[in-house]
């Protein structure tokens, strides 16, 4: 198995699984970077258990562009404009990147111009750069494409995800609005602190690969209500719409306690298909793993900012 | 979207859906094949109907060679040891196949000289040349692949797939020996004329995906006996094992009348995947499809004798 030299960018819970799980898939961490004054300058191996004891942490992401890495693996922020000038410096480094960045995933709909700066830089460095995850880059784009491959005639594409945060760790929690009020809820919507970000790049990855142009991406984002009026978590709709017909239909539940979790996915065409996912494909550790996963597919791709879609399958692991 | 110009290779019914579906969708039929006498030196447009009407068929195989055809749309037959002295001289002459040959989905594992062989035929050519359909080619090997893009610690991988052949048509039903008697089943099954080809080879491709080395495929077909003890379908087992250990295990029922058809992708790994497709993909309306939404898949692909799960996403089309 092909073993490669990488930094982690990012040791937040999900970038510190990530690291953690590489390394011990025979992944050398050469380098970890992460602002927070309670990290950098210390050994990550204090926050990774995998990682090599003479690795330390860095606050100054351009201390390790020199690293000697194969590639970056990163996880800081959801937003393209806060992650964009964190990869920059690296493709132009000649650094490959898989990063957890939410909108990375799928940029060219919403961000057409910074997804394209991205992209020539990274052509002329001869790396891939991509934005993988469970969601958005894989269950509500990157999988109901793949079930499109024995289909003609496609009509509509929905999918569902229902997932229960009560078993999830807490910041996703209050990331989706448990235990707030009604209000504090909108606030947060507001001002980007409550809800998931991904369903409009999640659409807009699913209509690139069928040739769907879309004419609007419509998203709502609503409270899901308990006993109380306490916020029980989040319900979001996504809609991708060309004239006045929608293609593709997002609904994304993230709340405590929800009534049959599960990722559906139904594909209206010839023939139809219908999958339903018992019980989701949930978890932080999902995450650590589609990114691990993807390093050797990502190492060997043409160069470029990278659709998902356009990577060969990414197997999973056998041992850890 | 990518316009290629293509031979038929087999007007069989597969082969006949595949080339309408592919003219209907703006790809060229400049040849078709059929050894039948029935068909050769007749029009093509006679069996296909979206099909040019200057296009004759022929029993020359040799004489398409030049047709000045990108790729070739090849459903013949199921073993390699068939399809080879077919396929060789294409590859030869520079043409990209798409074959529905089951054992071309993967064949190094059981054939992995004439696999070599062919490989490096078509890398010397820069073609690509793959063995695709719904079952090898997607349900029981690629998706389960891709469904383990998010897992770590996979021990096991299983899939079931329930197939109610009653409305398929009468070509199917007789291969899978519905109406014979036990005894005629297993005369058909030892004669190669009765049962599915492909699971050895499913499993095999899956085990390559997650860099498994199997020691041995093991399959069994059994009848599926009705009331007047006739046979109803075929019953086929298959597991890869490694040492003692079974890692994949394919439970293929292709019969008339099944309780409750469906696929069912069970991984047991972190965290497990279950996935159940309702009613199945099925028909042979989806392995026309898949076939022919690979074409610009292969077209761009590096060239050799790929497997399915080197190919980046094969998205379905919207109209046809």
New interface residues.
């Given amino acids: 198995?092909l073993s490669a030299r990488f930094v982690q960018y990012g040791l937040g819970p999900i970038g510190i699984g990530i690291a953690d799980?590489a390394s011990r898939?025979g992944h050398r961490l050469v380098a970890a970077v992460d602002i927070d004054p309670a990290k950098a300058g210390r050994p990550a191996a204090a926050f990774i258990p995998g990682a090599p004891p003479d690795v330390g942490i860095t606050a100054d992401a351009a201390a390790v562009l020199n690293a000697g890495a194969d590639i970056v693996l990163h996880s800081t922020q959801s937003r393209l404009a806060q992650v964009l000038p964190q990869l920059l410096p690296l493709a132009d480094a000649g650094l490959a990147v898989i990063s957890t960045c939410e909108e990375l995933a799928f940029p060219w709909y919403h961000h057409p111009v910074e997804a394209a700066s991205l992209d020539a830089l990274a052509r002329s460095r001869g790396v891939g750069v991509v934005g993988l995850g469970?969601n958005p880059g894989?269950v509500m784009d990157?999988?109901p494409?793949?079930?499109?491959?024995?289909?003609?005639?496609?009509?509509h594409i929905s999918v569902t995800r229902i997932v229960d945060v009560a078993l999830r760790r807490l910041p996703l929690q209050h990331k989706v609005g448990v235990e707030l009020t009604v209000e504090e809820f909108r606030l947060g919507v507001a001002a980007g602190r409550v809800g998931h970000v991904g369903l409009p790049q999640s659409a807009a990855m699913v209509a690139h690969?069928?040739?769907?142009k879309l004419d609007r991406i419509e998203e709502s984002v609503e409270p899901v209500v308990g006993p109380a009026h306490m916020v029980q978590g989040v319900h979001q709709m996504c809609r991708g719409i060309h004239g006045d017909v929608g293609l593709i239909s997002l609904d994304l539940t993230m709340a405590t306690g929800p009534e049959h979790p599960r990722d559906e996915i139904a594909?209206d065409?010839?023939?139809p298909?219908?999958?339903?996912?018992?019980?989701g494909?949930?978890?932080d550790?999902?995450?650590?793993?589609?990114v691990?996963?993807?390093i050797p597919r990502v190492l060997s791709a043409p160069p470029g900012l990278l659709v998902?879609?356009?990577?060969?399958?990414?197997?999973?692991?056998?041992?850890?």
């Avoid at 690969?209 to 769907?212: D, R, S, T």
């Avoid at 298909?273 to 019980?279: A, H, L, P, Q």
């Avoid at 550790?285 to 589609?290: E, G, R």
């Fill in positions: 198995m799980l898939l469970v894989f990157l999988l494409v793949i079930l499109t491959a024995p289909c003609r005639e496609i009509r690969a069928l040739g769907w594909i065409a010839l023939p298909i219908r999958v339903t996912v018992e019980g494909i949930h978890g550790q999902a995450t650590y793993a589609i691990v996963n993807a998902p879609t356009q990577l060969p399958a990414i197997a999973g692991v056998a041992r850890t």
